[in-house]
């Protein structure tokens, strides 16, 4: 079928933002009167469990550390995220505006499928496109608007979805293991390229592996698509209710 939508992880694919996550939970500790704080190596370990609750809770269980309000430290989290992208410290990484700019000129739709917040989809696009996230995507399906984050296909389908199109008209962009099982788990072919804190993941079973998203600008949409089936069927159903964002 055709390619008519690319669709983008953000964490560590539109941008490389971890090293921002983790210096706003470790100021949403400090803030909160904690004595926790998440190292480069830590945080890292932490990053194979997707979304920001989801982390806070798992280190709670991990260490011991007693109890919080999660969802009250995860807004502080975000509030101090979103101030330092605000200040000008992020970037797209290369290729990706590239990738984008390349399929608006097709008339390929573009869409963002992600377990991170609407609130930081929207500092990032702000940010890196002096525009809104309505402005610059097409569709987005954000952070806890599924029952089951990835590696659940929850947010690609919804994804797809909100398109309106199967997953073979789809492609996803992602830099880990647990997004490539995500987009493969909705049927989707993926596309992935590590990030920084996923150098040395398993990328192997995405239909095609890039070291840094530029390289594939050169092919053009027809080289995108000219890759095999994807992994799995597109038979796939979201694994409960969905919920409105965080």
């Known amino acids: 079928m055709t390619l008519r939508a690319l669709i983008f992880d953000v964490d560590g694919t539109l941008a ?4 921002l996550h983790r210096a706003a939970f ?3 500790f400090r803030a909160a009167g904690l004595r926790w704080h998440w190292s480069r190596d830590a945080y890292g370990a932490l990053l194979t469990t997707t979304g920001g609750k989801e982390r806070i809770r798992r280190y709670i269980t991990e260490t011991g550390a007693g109890e919080v309000d999660v969802a009250a430290l995860h807004a502080e989290k975000t509030a101090h995220y979103t101030a330092l992208v605000a200040k000008g410290a992020l970037e797209l990484r290369p290729g990706i505006r590239a990738l984008m700019a390349m399929g608006r000129a097709a008339g390929v739709r573009l869409a963002v499928a992600t377990t991170t917040s609407r609130l930081n ?7 890196c496109f002096n525009a809104p996230a309505e402005a610059i995507f097409d569709v987005l399906a954000c952070g806890d608007e599924v029952a089951a984050k990835k590696p659940a296909p929850d947010i690609y389908l919804l994804a797809l979805d909100r398109l309106g199109l199967p997953a073979d008209a789809a492609l996803a962009f992602e830099d880990t293991p647990m997004g490539v099982a995500s987009a493969q788990g909705a049927g989707m072919r993926v596309v992935a390229s590590p990030g920084v804190y996923s150098q040395d993941a398993d990328l192997s079973r995405a239909e095609r592996r890039v070291e840094c998203f530029s390289d594939l600008i050169d092919g053009g949409l027809a080289a995108l698509q000219a890759r095999r089936s994807p992994v799995n069927g597109s038979s796939a159903r979201l694994s409960g209710n969905t919920t409105r964002s965080a």
């Open 16 to 19: 490389e933002t971890e090293e």
């Open 26 to 28: 470790n100021a949403a």
């Open 121 to 127: 989809v929207e500092a990032l696009c702000h940010a």
